[in-house]
Nanobody
Framework: QVQLVESGGGLVQAGGSLRLSCTASGSIFSINVMGWFRQAPGKQRELVATITSAGIINSADSVKGRFAISRDNAKNTVFLQMNSLKPEDTAVYYC?????????WGQGTQVTVSS
């Protein structure tokens, strides 16, 4: 089992920045993928960005150039630096951890961007 603890959400004005963090604990294999997904009201959950333990990144076109994902393997922590935030970035952001075919989700953290 893997537990995920997220932090860093909040309310910010358009053009502002936020940084999300997610730390994994428990039975963790060194080769894994951590990332962020988001779900806005009435919409499906969508990819924001993921990063493998080797540092390979996959991100949505809508956030490229504005959001940056990174990780600290020693601390099993993934970060999402969100800059130039837009009202359409408003959503619940979920951390996801995947290894050995298993997938775990965090509880979600609300990000609200006011216009």
């Amino acid at each position: 089992q893997v537990q995920l603890v997220e932090s860093g959400g909040g309310l910010v004005q358009a053009g502002g920045s936020l940084r999300l963090s997610c730390t994994a604990s428990g039975s963790i294999f060194s080769i894994n993928v951590m990332g962020w997904f988001r779900q806005a009201p009435g919409k499906q959950r969508e990819l924001v960005a993921t990063i493998t333990s080797a540092g390979i990144i996959n991100s949505a076109d809508s956030v490229k150039g504005r959001f940056a994902i990174s990780r600290d393997n020693a601390k099993n922590t993934v970060f999402l630096q969100m800059n130039s935030l837009k009202p359409e970035d408003t959503a619940v952001y979920y951390c996801r951890f995947t290894d050995r075919g298993y997938m775990y989700w965090g509880q979600g953290t609300q990000v609200t961007v006011s216009s």
